[in-house]
């Protein structure tokens, strides 16, 4: 009776083992070919020959720093931009039209390559009766209403929540999540290949400068 007890036990434990294995395998097998499709969509993009440049605030990929910072003097003598608390230019934004989205500030960081914005990063901070989670749920569905439905969704490195993007010729949008605020990113797709082909060539031209010098 024990012995049978046991296989029992034995087997109930390889099947449940399978059943794991096999749907961790089903579930990397999923991603993977999302990834793949997603890869696809970029490159279908892009050898469009669409240029989309418009992104937040009437900014606009492209433009040059000295563009960049009329464009900034423009929006604060609108008053829509404000200096914070912190001393840094900010935009008070609504998501929502409940607590939860109001009064939201937004903070932006932009990066240049070859002296012209390939990427503007917005920082969106939710208010004390929201949560970075939410606001970044609010930002998906607020995208959505405007370009449709996102082109792709993947695990944020936070492991509980996804990273979404939306491709629309060069131009690409990604909402995430982080530790106290949830994040905006306007990439110009064509700049990042370009930036990283020179980083890594850089990289390779540092590397073997550095194994002549052994």
Not at 10 to 29: P, S, Y
Not at 142 to 147: G, M, R, S
């Amino acid at each position: 009776m024990q012995i049978e007890k046991n296989m029992t036990k034995k087997i109930t434990f390889i099947v449940l083992t399978l059943i794991l294995v096999f749907g961790c395998n089903q579930a990397e097998k999923y991603e993977k070919e999302l990834e793949i499709a997603f890869e696809k969509k970029i490159e279908s993009e892009l050898n469009s020959g669409i240029r989309n440049d418009t992104i937040f605030l009437g900014y606009t990929l492209g433009m040059n720093k000295k563009e960049f910072s009329k464009k900034t003097n423009e929006l604060r003598k609108e008053k829509k931009l404000y200096v914070n608390n912190e001393s840094t230019l900010a935009y008070k934004m609504t998501i929502d039209d409940n607590a939860f989205g109001k009064d939201l500030e937004a903070t932006f960081s932009p990066e240049y390559y070859n002296e012209k914005l390939f990427k503007l990063g917005v920082s969106v901070k939710p208010t004390k009766y929201s949560s970075p989670e939410l606001t970044q749920l609010q930002l998906v569905r607020l995208f959505n209403d405007k370009y449709g439905l996102y082109d792709h969704f993947e695990k944020s490195i936070l492991e509980t929540t996804n990273n979404y993007y939306w491709i629309d010729g060069n131009r690409q949008i990604e909402v995430v999540c982080g530790f106290n605020d949830a994040r905006i990113f306007y990439t110009d797709l064509l700049a990042e290949k370009e930036s990283d082909t020179n980083k890594e060539l850089e990289q390779e031209k540092e590397l073997n400068k550095t194994k002549s010098d052994l």
